[in-house]
């Protein structure tokens, strides 16, 4: 099978440029530059399949009649004259031409037993036909099958064998399927026998494809309807099957391919907007999805399919109130029976976002894999934001892909990521994000892609891989018109990465993005998205600390008033709130909340969350010059980041240990303190001692204090002279 072309440049005889194959899209663009036309993508993807994209042969086919040809409607696909010449010169006889016609008609792979079946006694004659290299084995899904070994010979054995011939063979193929059990490849091969005015095939898989279609099997579905697409006589009914077709190679997660079938839908309907608006959504466009799928829903009010997919850009752009009015608009125009598919799973988010109680399931309607997926992907969430992260690993890391949905898949891997993340297991956190980010590049989920980005960025600094953080920041939108299911994690991955690389300006501009995005979007509800506590922490940080308790008591009041159990978002917010009663003067009631706060996670699996609050909490501690007490803190915060691997946060309370003086002690009696060790460290590196100071929270005296006394005991007069001095100095040892 010829896969490449081969091209020589003239500027070079020696070069050779190997071209890949072309898609029907490719063969579009082809037949637009070369002749000047705009092919039907029906007619696209029949080149492909005669040519298997390979350029050089699909310009042949376009070269093989002129210009004017290809831009009539449905214009006839030629077959080279060269291909036929070709092939005659391989065939030795005419006594391979009923075994090469039955391979061409029964479709590519075709199972040995049907070649059989179609021609008895042909095993000979076969065998023949390989060793020629005309046919070649093929071994797809465990099973032995026969394909055409050039994509052109198949071809020309289809244009030359009479059209009688052609349809005896594939009801036959149909009587052979139908024997083997392989119901969707006998309809189409009945309907291909009977031709194009036979009405009952083409009825009979078109209610096959709706079956297929309401058992979740999307893949099968799209080329089910694609086929009676293409079969039918009226333009009307062949773009509402193609719709079709293209609605489950989106839920297949084909969308490439549903992509390229768009082209091949003539007539504007409100149907076809809303598959373009699902599209765009995918693909992370806010406007036009917006536009799309508003239009669609205000020109078809009871269409429920199209009500599903608004509800589905109202989860996308967060608005919960939204999710639950268009998921009451497809429930009331739903038929008994039929399956509600995703509208499920985003109604009961929306009602937990609102702490209402969502509409009892079901069980008549609500059995179809694609529920069934959606109450996993649903519940698990929801069990990440009340604290139960063991129940909530235990429903995401269900997966029913076969019958279910890519892309209810990909949101799985988003939140197994974070479930993973906050029990603490970050290679498993990292290997779901990961997994993740394959899918929504395969797939072409782009609007997912920030979601999982989140988690990984934050496991990329936790382990102190800054360069693998900021090729994930690179992959982050960077506009307004994205989703809110875009800008709210994508907001949240530059806050975690600027507050743990001393860059907090950048932190707090972050944060108050996302204060401005609350202004216009709740984004505040409990558990769900989890930023007020690290920014308020960042305001406490630069002073702010009015608008810090402004923030912290709005998301306080929201949480303790939640009846879902939230104490880890409880636990995360009294972090700022100590620092401000802290930084107000109120030093005991301020410490005294860091203990309340760890209190509340005493009972929960929740060691991530744990470790980052020892560690603030230390840090309260040192400052206020409790360096034993702190130290204490850091020893166990510590602990559990080793246990994550989390070597960046490690070296980060090592780091709080050599500053209050714990951990670290000297090598030389003039040598330099772990202290001061840091802080010429940070002076090295060109930071300022205002920013020494902010790092390390310390006032600005003491850094110059001490900076005084790292020139001294270095020897050195200025801090241009840091680097190539702290070069030389031998780094002091653990204690002993």
């Not at 494809?209 to 006589?233: C, M, N, P, V």
């Not at 406007?287 to 239009?295: E, N, R």
């Not at 608005?319 to 009331?332: E, F, K, L, V």
């Not at 917010?573 to 009663?581: A, G, H, K, N, Y």
Request: with cysteine; aromatic share 6%.
């Amino acid at each position: 099978m010829v896969l490449f072309s081969t091209v020589s440049l003239p500027v070079a005889a020696t070069a050779r440029i190997v071209l890949p194959p072309l898609d029907a899209a490719g063969v579009q663009e082809l037949a637009l530059t070369q002749v000047g036309a705009r092919i039907d993508a029906s007619i696209a993807l029949h080149i492909v399949r005669l040519t298997d994209g390979n350029p050089d042969r699909v310009a042949e086919v376009l070269a093989e009649v002129s210009p004017e040809h290809w831009r009539v409607p449905d214009p006839a696909v030629p077959v080279p004259r060269r291909w036929r010449e070709d092939l005659e010169t391989r065939l030795p006889d005419a006594s391979l031409t009923a075994v090469l016609r039955a391979v061409a008609v029964a479709g590519d792979p075709v199972p040995p037993g049907l070649v059989e079946f179609l021609v008895p006694g042909s095993q000979d004659t076969l065998d023949k036909a390989i060793s020629l290299g005309l046919l070649r084995g093929n071994a797809q899904t465990g099973q032995r099958s026969v394909v055409f070994q050039r994509a052109t010979d198949r071809a020309v054995v289809l244009s030359d064998a009479p059209v009688s011939v052609v349809r005896e063979l594939h009801l036959l193929s149909a009587d052979y399927f139908h024997r083997e059990g392989r119901p969707l490849d006998a309809l189409r091969q009945r309907l291909l026998g009977c031709g194009p005015d036979a009405q009952e095939p083409l009825h009979d898989l078109i209610g096959f494809a709706e079956q297929l279609s309401s058992e979740g099997r999307w893949q099968e579905a799209g080329i089910a309807f694609a086929d009676a697409a293409a079969s039918t006589t009226s333009d009307e009914n062949s773009d509402w099957l193609r719709v079709r077709a293209i609605e489950a190679m989106i839920a297949s997660g084909d969308l490439p391919r549903a992509k390229i079938h768009l082209s091949g839908v003539r007539h504007p309907s409100s149907r076809l907007d809303s598959v373009r608006g699902l599209l765009e959504l995918y693909q992370g466009h806010r406007t036009q999805a917006q536009t799309l799928l508003t239009s669609a829903g205000e020109s078809s009010p009871e269409d429920a399919v199209i009500a599903a997919r608004n509800a589905m850009l109202a989860l996308a752009d967060w608005d919960p109130r939204g999710m639950i009015q268009w998921s009451a608009r497809h429930r009331a125009h739903t038929g008994a029976g039929v399956p509600l598919g995703n509208v499920a799973f985003v109604e009961r988010v929306a009602h937990a976002a609102l702490q209402e109680s969502a509409p009892p399931e079901d069980s008549s309607r609500d059995s179809s894999a694609l529920h069934l997926q959606g109450r996993d992907l649903a519940e698990g969430w929801l069990n990440l934001t009340r604290d139960d992260p063991l129940a909530a690993r235990e429903r995401l890391e269900r997966r029913r892909t076969a019958l279910g949905s890519e892309a209810f898949s990909a949101w799985q891997d988003a939140w197994l990521a974070r479930t993973h993340l906050v029990l603490g297991d970050t290679a498993a956190a990292y290997r779901a994000a990961e997994a993740g980010l394959t899918r929504a590049e395969q797939f072409g989920f782009r609007y997912l892609v920030p979601l999982l980005l989140w988690t990984a960025t934050q496991i990329a600094v936790s382990r102190g891989e800054f360069s693998l953080a900021r090729s994930y920041l690179t992959q982050l939108p960077q506009d307004n018109d994205a989703l809110a299911i875009q800008r709210i994690p994508a907001t949240m991955c530059r806050i975690w990465f600027h507050s743990y690389s001393s860059n907090l300006p950048a932190a707090l501009e972050q944060g108050r993005a996302l204060e401005g995005l609350s202004a216009h979007t709740d984004i505040g509800q409990p558990g769900f998205w989890p930023w007020e506590d690290l920014h308020a922490t960042n305001l406490v940080r630069a002073g702010e600390l009015d608008r810090a308790e402004e923030l912290v008591s709005q998301a306080m009041s929201r949480a303790q008033a939640s009846p879902n159990g939230v104490q880890s978002v409880i636990a995360k917010l009294t972090v700022p709130e100590s620092l401000i009663q802290i930084a107000r003067g109120d030093v005991k009631e301020g410490l005294a909340g860091f203990d309340r706060a760890l209190g509340l996670l005493d009972n929960l699996p929740l060691p991530y969350y744990r470790a980052r609050i020892l560690l603030e909490y230390g840090q309260a501690l040192r400052r206020q010059g409790l360096r034993k007490r702190a130290d204490d803190k850091f020893i166990a915060a510590s602990a559990l980041f080793h246990s994550m691997s989390a070597t960046a946060m490690v070296e980060i309370t090592e780091r709080e240990r050599r500053i209050g003086g714990m951990g670290r002690r000297l090598v030389k009696a003039d040598g330099l303190t772990p202290q001061e060790f840091e802080i010429a460290q940070l002076a090295a590196a060109k930071a300022t001692n205002r920013e020494i100071a902010q790092e390390l929270m310390l006032s600005s005296k003491t850094v110059e204090y001490h900076l005084t006394n790292v020139y001294r005991k270095l020897h050195i007069k200025s801090r241009t002279n840091l680097p190539g001095a702290l070069l030389a100095y031998e780094r002091p040892e653990p204690q002993q």
